[in-house]
């Protein structure tokens, strides 16, 4: 979404090959497909459980920045700004506990085809609203 300001980027000092902080972005659909199995196994009288959610790769702020400027063609205003309190260089998710006791695994692991479907998405939406 278009907001006319730029985006900040919290912190560019991080102990990261660029600085920016890493993390582990999953794409929507494998976030609701896991959610889904894990109500599947409920509904078949499965037990409960608390499992980690995402692809298992990092990939920097810098790095999304460049794949959103990629796959919409257009530069990204931004701004760095200071570090947030208690935020780790790295943060990604070990989904193994649950691809082993569910099966599940995730479809969208590149990050042009995470941004490119969002930037569809939301292309589509803009449409609707006009």
């Known amino acids: 979404m278009?907001?006319?300001r730029p985006?900040?980027?919290f912190g560019?000092?991080?102990e990261t090959?660029?600085?920016t902080c890493i993390r582990d972005y999953i794409h929507v659909t494998d976030l609701a497909e896991a959610h889904v199995v894990a109500i599947e196994r409920l509904l078949a009288g499965g037990g409960s459980n608390v499992f980690n959610v995402g692809t298992g790769e990092g990939h920097s702020v810098m790095e999304v920045m460049r794949a959103v400027e990629e796959v919409t063609g257009k530069k990204v205003p931004h701004e760095i700004g200071a570090r947030r309190a208690g935020d780790p260089?790295?943060?990604v998710a070990n989904s193994d506990k649950l691809k082993r006791t569910l099966?599940?695994?995730s479809k969208f692991s590149?990050?042009?085809?995470i941004v490119a479907t969002a930037w569809q998405f939301d292309?589509?939406?803009a449409e609707r609203e006009r």
């Open 110 to 113: 590149e990050l042009n085809d």
């Open 7 to 9: 985006v900040t980027i």
């Open 89 to 91: 260089a790295v943060l």
């Open 12 to 14: 560019d000092d991080y």
């Open 2 to 4: 278009v907001t006319g």
């Open 123 to 125: 292309k589509k939406r």
């Open 17 to 19: 090959p660029d600085g």
């Open 103 to 105: 099966g599940w695994k």
